[in-house]
């Protein structure tokens, strides 16, 4: 069938546009996006405290910690997740910060524990060297997930599994290093007004993986505990923590001015990997008759499969990369996730198939006949209809490159197909 080479690759790697986002950004001078996250919020109350709920004062304590900002730093920006007592998914809170161009993402939480005399301040950064006793915070913090509708979203993400994380690594390492830096500072700044400080700690939390710019996430006490739970329902201990907040960003910002924004660019001598031109890499894990779901048990959790019908035939594809070190960490990774026959398959990008053949998105199929436009089709136009059996398929689009069919893939999902697929045509027919 020759699909491999038919097949190509759209976008550059996840890692790559982060990475190319966030130097552009730290380079542009007086301009500094913070995002400031209140955690939880609307049905998630978060943690119960002994006087007042942690959504509430992670609410009022980011809300005093953005209005210091604005009032000191006229070339800082600070954009708020949620400003009221509303109910926000985490990917949609990381979306905030990505769509922003963040350069410093703060989630504000409170901690708790059945054992009441637990207290502290603690900072979390994203981090590979996961320490046990992180696991219960971690498990508390995103279990918000429970919460939210699109569990798919999630399910493929085990934070027990150490590869899972080390592939998640990839993609944080390079802004570690400042996460580190400001999570110093807070904790500084908490254990310079007398009170206790648990210090930085590295975990995996939900609201931070999807993040692509240095990230932190505050727990600003135990308010479990009854001394620190009062302290932080009073105006003074709201006040105290968003001021040690501020002063901690205070320094980080000057930090960043006096490198007139080189940040980034400074302290990565890990990228001069020059990605491979004109290539995209996938790990090819499965061909297969049968056509699974995103979240389907043969996928063995890894996220994001690309899958392409090319005649009765389901391919899948995972990952994509045109840097050689990180292909060689996807097949791996696959290996280890269980697909022993995965391989490296070079996409020649933007190349186009031949003669007739184009690419479409399979996004329907039912032994319902839907007329044109239906209000089945959620406002897709144009739809192609193709009987076969007694099913009728539904297809929409028609391109001739991988990345453009990527782009009406993402466009058909984001009408509501989740499982939509790009569909090898020739003609307007499915390739045989
Ligand atoms: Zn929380």
């Given at each position: 069938m020759g699909l491999t080479r038919i097949c190509k690759q759209i976008f550059f790697s996840v890692l790559i546009l982060t990475l190319g986002s966030g130097i552009l950004t730290a380079q542009k001078k007086a301009n500094f996006v913070i995002v400031i996250d209140a955690g939880h919020g609307g049905k998630d109350i978060g943690a119960r405290g002994v006087v007042e709920n942690e959504k509430d004062i992670t609410l009022d304590v980011a809300l005093r910690f953005g209005q210091l900002i604005e009032k000191n730093f006229k070339d800082v920006q600070v954009i708020y997740?949620?400003?009221?007592d509303v109910f926000l998914e985490l990917w949609e809170r990381a979306r905030i910060a990505n769509k922003n161009h963040a350069n410093l993402f703060v989630s504000i939480h409170c901690n708790s524990a059945a054992n009441k005399s637990a207290y502290g301040s603690e900072t979390f950064v994203m981090g590979?060297?996961?320490?046990?006793?992180n696991m219960e915070v971690s498990k508390r913090e995103n279990s918000v997930i429970l919460l939210e509708d699109d569990q798919e979203r999630y399910?493929?993400?085990?934070?027990?599994?150490e590869e899972a994380v080390i592939a998640f690594e990839i993609m944080h390492s390079a802004y570690l290093d400042q996460s580190i830096k400001y999570a110093s500072l807070v904790e500084n700044e908490f254990s310079r007004g007398g009170r206790s400080s648990r210090g930085v700690k590295q975990n995996i939390f939900h609201v931070l993986r999807e993040n692509a710019s240095p990230s932190v996430l505050v727990?600003?006490?135990?308010?479990?505990?009854p001394d620190e739970g009062t302290y932080l329902s009073t105006e003074k201990g709201k006040q105290e923590r968003a001021e040690s907040l501020f002063q901690a960003f205070k320094k980080y910002k000057q930090e960043y001015d006096e490198k007139d924004g080189r940040i980034v660019m400074e302290e990565?001598?890990?990228?001069?990997e020059k990605p491979v031109a004109g290539l995209t890499y996938k790990i090819q894990i499965l061909v297969s008759k049968n056509k699974y779901a995103p979240s389907a048990k043969q996928l063995n959790g890894l996220t994001d499969v690309e899958v392409v019908q090319a005649g009765d035939l389901y391919k899948y594809y995972y990952g994509n990369t045109n840097l050689a070190s990180e292909r060689d960490q996807l097949l791996n990774y696959a290996i280890k996730k269980g697909f022993k026959d995965a391989f490296v398959v070079e996409f020649v990008n933007n190349e186009k198939l031949i003669g007739n053949q184009n690419y479409r998105i399979q996004f329907l199929a039912s032994d319902k006949k839907y007329r044109d436009r239906d209000g089945k089709f959620g406002g897709l136009k144009d739809v192609l209809r193709i009987k076969k059996g007694k099913t009728n398929f539904y297809y929409y689009g028609t391109t001739k490159t991988y990345e453009d069919a990527q782009k009406e893939l993402n466009y058909v999902k984001s009408r509501g197909f989740r499982n939509a697929i790009v569909v090898v045509f020739d003609g307007k027919k499915p390739l045989e």
């Open positions: 997740t949620r400003k009221t590979l060297r996961r320490m046990e006793e399910q493929k993400f085990d934070p027990n599994d727990e600003l006490g135990f308010i479990s505990n990565k001598p890990k990228e001069v």
